[in-house]
Structures are given as structure tokens and as C-alpha cells.
């Protein structure tokens, strides 16, 4: 009996195929501390409790994250450990930070002017565990909500609209995949990964390249959070009767953005605005003011990243996210200093597309050094257009090479 429970606190060495007895075991057992601790949060003077669960819950979480194989030993399928790494990282940071807490968290929103608020302590846990942005939430000060373009006249509107659109997002995230796929299916296109960088190319025509990859790569990350988002925004808004207000828009057309600030604070998703400040921004910010304050929220993004390169290449190099990420964080603060709140028109639209295109290649091409491109989900089997994007993309990378 001694040596079973040994082996169920021991940190795991390797990954082993998920079956349904190790997932009831492994990753019931932190999502449950999850939901007790959002439960608690909501209450008073539990503190104490929750300081005592948090190491259980964060040493749960770390064990479930480094001892499933959700990709059940399928390479193209490895980008699934990516969503079970994340999702353990984010249940321990969120609960360290309820477990910091010292007053009980509030939930501000109401469904519409019509509703009466009612308190519901088990749905309010829920919505605490699962909103990841606080809308909603008196945690969530200074948080940018985009305005919606939906209507939401009737649940049936609002759910029928999102739904298509989750749909339309879901097509084009299969495309772009299909695309990058196309420019190198045997480097960086595929499982064994490589860099985006050609060297066989003058360099002009290798970072034009090499854009045209990190660009498409942006708008596919954009089409898949979009689509996840929408689809389950639809169903949850036809199926459970939530209502369309619980459901604002994640982005606001980031290609619009005027300056970096704009871009990371506004039209970007804020899914992990408050982790990010949390567990970057303040700690770097009681040192260095601002300054450490952008570039802590910034480092802790890289940081985050850099954990779902390591669910499916180990040996990646940590620095291929934090330079990136840290790199956005020193434009903003630049931006600041040179046009403080004045940055827009199309001389702020060129800084903002060349920066993020100039560090976008960096990031890009650290996930396709860890096979991240060249994954495989059902979103590109479905997509009807798959071979026509494929032979475009390779008669155009045959021209560019063709020219030298």
C-alpha cells in the first residue's frame, strides 16, 4: 500500500497513452480542486482552506500535464497534449491567484435590463472557472470588451449568427493550416519540424517568405480561437439558455490596430490578460515600476508559450518565445515613449503590421522548429479546398525560387 501511493505522488518521467482509467485518475483530481477553490473564492474567511489546497492542487495539475499522451502515440495528433499542458498551467496560476486572494470575489454582470439577479452560488463557480477573461466580474477592472455586430434581439438570432460564423472560421482555419503546410510539407510542414527560414533564398525573398508564413500562421491562430469560441458560444447560448450578453466578442479585427498597445490591449482575445499580470506584470512592476510591469506581462506570455512548445518537442529552447514576447512588451513601452497616447492613422497601422510581423517570424518559426505546423486535426480533412490552396501555394514557392 506504501509503495502504490509512492507511486501515485511520484512526478511522472514519461507520458503514457490516455485510456479512461488514467484520465479519471490524472485529470479528474485537479479539475475538481479547481472547481472547490473557484467555490471558495466566492466565500469569506476561507483563506486559510484555500492555502492549504493550493500545493495539492498545483502538484495534481504538473502531474497531469507531464503524464498523458492525449495524442495516444500519433505524432500528428500531438498538438492535443498542447491543450492538456495549458489547461493544467492555467488551473494552478488561477488558483494561486484565488488563493491569494483575500476577499471574496463578486459577480457584477446581469444577464439583461429585464433579469432579476439572482445569486447561485454553484452556476457562479462555474462561470468563475470557465471565464477566463472576468467579464462579468469585479476582478476583471480595465478590461476591454469589443462591442458586439451579432444580433442578439433573440437567443435563436444570436445563436444561429455565431454559429455560422463559428463555422466560417472553422473552414478558414482549415485552409491557412492546409497553406503553411503546403510552403515545406517535408521541414516544417510535418511533424519533424524546421525552420521557416529558407537559406537557399537571397535574403529579401527568404524574409518575404517567411512573413507570407508567419502572417498566414497569425490568422490561422486568430480562425481557431474564433471558431472554438463561437461554436461554443452558440451552443451554449441554444442548448443552456444563456444569453447573448454572456457571449461578448473575443476579438475586434486586430488587423485594424493603430499601435501595439491597441493591438495587445484591445483587439487581441484577453483570455490570460489578468494570469499574465498576475503572475508577470505585478511581481516585475513592485521592482520596476511600468516598465517592469509591460515587460513581466509580456514575459509571462513568452513563458506560457514556451510550455506548449515543451508538451510536444522537450528540447525546445526557452528564449524562442520570451525574445518574441519580450520584444512586443519593448515596443509598447517604445511606442510610449516616442508618441505616448497619440499613435494611429496609417504611419501607426505601418509600425504596429511591421513590428508584429518582424517578431511574429521569431515566434513562428520556434513552433515550427517543434513540429507545431505540421499537426493534423479533422479541420483540415474537412476543408473541400484543401488540394486546390496546396497547388497554389507551391507554384508560387517554386516561382520564388525559380527568380533565383
Same mark, same amino acid.
Not at 503524464?67 to 496560476?93: C, E, V, W, Y
Not at 472554438?228 to 473575443?250: I, K, M, N
Given at each position: 500500500?506504501?509503495?502504490? %501511493?509512492?507511486?501515485? $505522488?511520484? &512526478? =511522472?518521467?514519461?507520458?503514457?497513452?490516455?485510456?479512461?482509467?488514467?484520465?479519471?485518475?490524472?485529470?479528474?483530481? =485537479?479539475?475538481?480542486?479547481? &472547481?472547490?477553490?473557484?467555490?471558495?473564492?466566492?466565500?469569506?474567511?476561507?483563506?486559510?482552506?484555500?492555502?492549504?489546497?493550493?500545493?495539492?492542487?498545483?502538484?495534481?495539475?504538473?502531474?497531469?500535464?507531464?503524464?498523458?499522451?492525449?495524442?495516444?502515440?500519433?505524432?500528428? +495528433?500531438?498538438?492535443?497534449? /498542447?491543450?492538456?499542458?495549458?489547461?493544467?498551467?492555467? /488551473?494552478?496560476?488561477?488558483?494561486?491567484? @484565488?488563493?491569494?486572494?483575500?476577499?471574496?470575489?463578486?459577480?457584477?454582470?446581469?444577464?439583461?435590463?429585464?433579469?432579476?439577479?439572482?445569486?447561485?452560488?454553484?452556476?457562479?463557480?462555474?462561470?468563475?472557472?470557465?471565464?477566463?477573461?472576468?467579464?462579468?466580474?469585479?476582478?476583471?477592472?480595465?478590461?476591454?470588451?469589443? !462591442?458586439?455586430?451579432?444580433?442578439?434581439?433573440?437567443?435563436?438570432?444570436?445563436?444561429?449568427?455565431? $454559429?455560422?460564423?463559428?463555422?466560417?472560421?472553422?473552414? %478558414?482555419?482549415?485552409?491557412?493550416?492546409?497553406?503553411?503546410?503546403?510552403?515545406?510539407?517535408?521541414?516544417?510542414?510535418?511533424?519533424?519540424?524546421?525552420?521557416?527560414?529558407?537559406?537557399? +533564398? !537571397?535574403?529579401?525573398?527568404?524574409?518575404?517568405?517567411?512573413?507570407?508564413?508567419?502572417?498566414?500562421?497569425?490568422?490561422?491562430?486568430?480562425?481557431?480561437?474564433?471558431?472554438?469560441?463561437?461554436?461554443?458560444?452558440?451552443?451554449?447560448?441554444?442548448?443552456?439558455?444563456?444569453? !447573448?450578453?454572456?457571449?461578448?466578442?473575443?476579438?475586434?479585427?486586430?488587423?485594424?490596430?493603430?499601435?501595439?498597445?491597441?493591438? @495587445?490591449?484591445?483587439?487581441?482575445?484577453?483570455?490570460?490578460?489578468?494570469?499574465?499580470?498576475?503572475?508577470?506584470?505585478?511581481?516585475?512592476? $513592485? $521592482?520596476?515600476?511600468? /516598465?517592469?510591469?509591460?515587460?513581466?506581462?509580456?514575459?509571462?506570455?513568452?513563458?506560457?508559450?514556451?510550455?506548449?512548445? +515543451?508538451? /510536444?518537442?522537450?528540447?525546445?529552447?526557452?528564449?524562442?518565445?520570451?525574445?518574441?514576447?519580450?520584444?512586443?512588451?519593448?515596443?509598447?513601452?517604445?511606442?510610449?515613449?516616442?508618441?505616448?497616447?497619440?499613435?494611429?492613422?496609417?504611419?501607426?497601422?505601418?509600425?504596429?503590421?511591421?513590428?508584429?510581423? %518582424? @517578431?511574429?517570424?521569431?515566434?513562428?518559426?520556434?513552433?515550427?522548429?517543434?513540429?507545431?505546423?505540421?499537426?493534423?486535426?479533422?479541420?483540415?480533412?474537412?476543408?473541400?479546398?484543401?488540394?486546390?490552396?496546396?497547388? +497554389?501555394?507551391?507554384?508560387?514557392?517554386?516561382?520564388?525560387?525559380?527568380?533565383?
Amino acid at each position: 500500500m506504501n509503495a502504490a %501511493l509512492h507511486d501515485r $505522488l511520484r &512526478l =511522472p518521467t514519461a507520458r503514457t497513452p490516455l485510456t479512461t482509467e488514467n484520465f479519471v485518475s490524472d485529470v479528474i483530481p =485537479p479539475v475538481l480542486c479547481y &472547481l472547490v477553490t473557484a467555490f471558495l473564492v466566492l466565500l469569506p474567511r476561507t483563506q486559510p482552506v484555500r492555502i492549504a489546497l493550493w500545493p495539492i492542487t498545483a502538484f495534481l495539475a504538473f502531474r497531469a500535464a507531464g503524464s498523458l499522451d492525449m495524442s495516444t502515440g500519433r505524432p500528428k +495528433l500531438a498538438f492535443m497534449n /498542447i491543450d492538456l499542458q495549458l489547461s493544467m498551467f492555467s /488551473i494552478a496560476a488561477r488558483t494561486l491567484e @484565488w488563493t491569494v486572494q483575500t476577499k471574496p470575489f463578486i459577480r457584477t454582470a446581469q444577464r439583461s435590463a429585464t433579469d432579476v439577479p439572482k445569486r447561485n452560488s454553484m452556476l457562479d463557480m462555474l462561470d468563475l472557472a470557465c471565464n477566463l477573461r472576468g467579464y462579468g466580474w469585479d476582478w476583471s477592472k480595465g478590461l476591454y470588451v469589443p !462591442p458586439e455586430t451579432l444580433p442578439t434581439s433573440s437567443r435563436l438570432a444570436f445563436a444561429t449568427s455565431t $454559429l455560422i460564423s463559428g463555422l466560417q472560421h472553422t473552414f %478558414l482555419c482549415g485552409a491557412i493550416h492546409s497553406a503553411v503546410q503546403a510552403f515545406s510539407p517535408h521541414t516544417f510542414g510535418s511533424v519533424d519540424g524546421g525552420t521557416i527560414f529558407d537559406d537557399s +533564398l !537571397p535574403p529579401h525573398l527568404r524574409y518575404l517568405r517567411s512573413s507570407m508564413v508567419a502572417t498566414l500562421c497569425a490568422f490561422g491562430v486568430y480562425s481557431v480561437l474564433q471558431a472554438g469560441y463561437e461554436l461554443t458560444a452558440g451552443l451554449c447560448v441554444l442548448l443552456f439558455r444563456h444569453h !447573448p450578453d454572456q457571449w461578448p466578442p473575443s476579438f475586434d479585427s486586430p488587423w485594424g490596430s493603430t499601435s501595439l498597445r491597441e493591438f @495587445w490591449s484591445r483587439r487581441w482575445h484577453q483570455w490570460f490578460r489578468r494570469s499574465f499580470i498576475f503572475l508577470g506584470g505585478r511581481p516585475l512592476s $513592485l $521592482l520596476f515600476g511600468r /516598465i517592469g510591469g509591460v515587460i513581466g506581462a509580456f514575459l509571462a506570455s513568452g513563458f506560457f508559450h514556451h510550455l506548449a512548445l +515543451l508538451a /510536444i518537442d522537450p528540447s525546445s529552447e526557452m528564449w524562442r518565445m520570451l525574445l518574441p514576447f519580450g520584444m512586443m512588451g519593448t515596443g509598447v513601452i517604445l511606442e510610449h515613449a516616442v508618441a505616448g497616447n497619440k499613435t494611429g492613422g496609417w504611419m501607426g497601422w505601418m509600425w504596429t503590421m511591421c513590428w508584429l510581423v %518582424l @517578431w511574429g517570424n521569431v515566434m513562428v518559426d520556434g513552433w515550427a522548429r517543434a513540429g507545431m505546423l505540421g499537426g493534423s486535426s479533422f479541420l483540415d480533412s474537412v476543408t473541400p479546398v484543401r488540394q486546390p490552396i496546396e497547388r +497554389l501555394v507551391r507554384t508560387f514557392d517554386e516561382y520564388l525560387h525559380a527568380r533565383w
